[in-house]
């Protein structure tokens, strides 16, 4: 049973119905690295102060570790915990992990020239955190944000995003890919497509291949089970500490 820090919502950013992010002020929380992921949990109604009745589930953090974190939450609506957490007003009560866990991280990912950072919906949470530190721009020349979703209405950060193009423009790029319809400024298609049929390196100007790239994934199990075996035809394999390769996933569920 983790142990708790009491939290307070101090801000909900509603991208569309349904997907926000919430920032919780909750200063009790262990240091932690980008990428890895805290439990959030509510007292089901009536049960306030019952630890042992906590609703919990694991998220991924977006931001890095500091005495305010975000979680980009997509709403589940026959689930046991989103509701509650949609239902969530600022100033509402939260608990959060004290300590994180997980080891999607940019330290257990191999070096390489260009840096792919692969999601689908709100796998896009830990990328966010990396890019809020000087993390991947100094370990790496080159950095990819690949985010695909339904709708536009479903993309999100994608200011904070665009501001990381001007601020590098010859060192990174984002790439926003819909399956359910088109928009300008995106690609129409799932990602594991648009890599197969090279629009992504082409829009890029990068190429992904073994000799110079690593690429995180996150999100749908499909998108990630999918991109292993487009990026396997390209000699490229998961990484893992006794037999380095290329590819570190994080799977959501």
């Not at 999100?156 to 400024?185: C, H, M, S, W």
Request: proline fraction near 6%; charge should be negative; charged fraction near 25%.
């Amino acid at each position: 049973m983790p142990k708790w820090c009491a939290g307070t919502v101090v801000e909900k950013q509603i991208w569309t119905e349904g997907l926000f992010t919430i920032r919780i002020a909750v200063p009790g929380v262990t240091e932690f690295t980008p990428g890895q992921f805290l439990q959030l949990a509510v007292y089901p109604e009536g049960h306030e102060g019952d630890e042992a009745k906590l609703i919990n589930r694991p998220y991924s953090v977006a931001s890095p570790h500091g005495e305010e974190l975000e979680f980009f939450i997509v709403l589940v609506e026959d689930g046991e915990l989103t509701p509650k957490l949609w239902a969530l007003k600022e100033g509402g009560s939260i608990q959060v992990a004290q300590r994180a866990a997980g080891s999607f991280t940019l330290k257990k990912t191999p070096d390489a020239e260009t840096l792919w950072l692969v999601a689908t919906g709100t796998g896009l949470a830990p990328y966010i955190a990396m890019l809020r530190t000087e993390e991947p721009w100094e370990s790496y020349n080159n950095v990819v944000v690949i985010h695909g979703v339904r709708h536009f209405a479903d993309l999100a950060y994608t200011d904070e995003l665009k501001a990381y193009e001007k601020k590098y423009p010859n060192r990174f790029r984002l790439v926003q890919a819909l399956t359910r319809e088109e928009a300008d400024g995106t690609l129409n298609g799932r990602i594991p497509g648009l890599f197969e049929n090279g629009e992504i390196e082409k829009v890029t100007g990068f190429s992904c291949q073994a000799d110079n790239s690593s690429v995180l994934l996150c999100g749908n199990p499909a998108m990630l089970d999918t991109m292993e075996e487009v990026l396997g035809m390209r000699d490229m394999k998961r990484h893992r500490s006794k037999s380095p390769g290329q590819i570190v996933l994080e799977r959501y569920w």
